[in-house]
């Protein structure tokens, strides 16, 4: 077994736990309202746009150990430049705001998670970092590209207003292989770190998502 497998066989439970959320289930089955994709898609511009300076955070922290993840950093933050005005884009076509989602305030467990992500790479061990990358990542190729048919078709959206969620769903399989290759070369003790962190941010992001608009409403607006 590749430690990939045993990454995603030992947080099981977890991701259950996120794919339980009222707001993904409920867009599973067809139900979804405007304001819960708009705020969906708000909650991701605020910790989307941290992306690329937690990136160099964690590179400008990385052991003599993991210096060979330098080069990937920097291949990864090149990728992921400007994914957050996507976003923006997304919420006007979606008929949204996008001046007042740049300008609010993330939700506290969206705030959560990312300030769990600075700590990590500013004190603990930054390997953990990319636990978050595996939840992330792994959520969005599992969910993305389905998610985005579902809603369109529920809410008669334009394809414009779901660039981030169809984007990414492809991106991140590419992402998500070069991932299983990262972590196959790190030592055990790192490995440890990215499966602890991996169950930590199944429940921070698992309760961006629980904090979104109730799907229990008509299935459209």
């Given at each position: 077994m590749s430690f990939y497998e045993h990454l995603?066989?030992?947080?099981?439970?977890?991701?259950?736990?996120?794919?339980?959320?009222?707001?993904?289930?409920?867009c599973l089955r067809g139900q979804v309202s405007r304001a819960a994709y708009l705020a969906f898609l708000g909650q991701a511009y605020h910790h989307v746009r941290h992306t690329t300076p937690l990136l160099m955070a964690v590179g400008g922290r990385l052991p003599e150990r993991l210096a060979w993840l330098l080069r990937p950093l920097a291949e990864y933050i090149e990728e992921e430049i400007g994914h957050e005005e996507w976003i923006l884009s997304d919420i006007a076509a979606a008929g949204g705001d996008a001046a007042a989602a740049r300008h609010s305030c993330p939700g506290l467990a969206a705030e959560v998670m990312v300030a769990y992500a600075y700590d990590l790479a500013n004190r603990g061990n930054p390997?953990?970092?990319?636990?978050?990358?595996?939840?992330?990542?792994?959520?969005?190729?599992?969910?993305?590209?389905?998610?985005?048919?579902?809603?369109?078709?529920?809410?008669?959206?334009?394809?414009?207003?779901?660039?981030?969620?169809?984007?990414?769903?492809t991106l991140d399989q590419e992402h998500t292989r070069h991932l299983a290759e990262l972590l196959e070369r790190m030592e055990e003790k790192d490995q440890d770190e990215v499966i602890r962190c991996a169950r930590v941010f199944y429940k921070l992001y698992g309760d961006v998502f629980r904090g979104l608009p109730s799907p229990e409403a008509a299935p459209c607006d």
């Open positions: 995603i066989q030992a947080t099981t439970g977890e991701r259950a736990q996120l794919l339980a959320a009222p707001a993904i289930a409920g390997a953990g970092f990319f636990g978050m990358v595996f939840v992330l990542e792994g959520t969005s190729v599992a969910l993305a590209l389905h998610a985005a048919d579902l809603i369109q078709r529920a809410l008669g959206l334009p394809d414009k207003a779901f660039t981030y969620l169809r984007s990414h769903g």
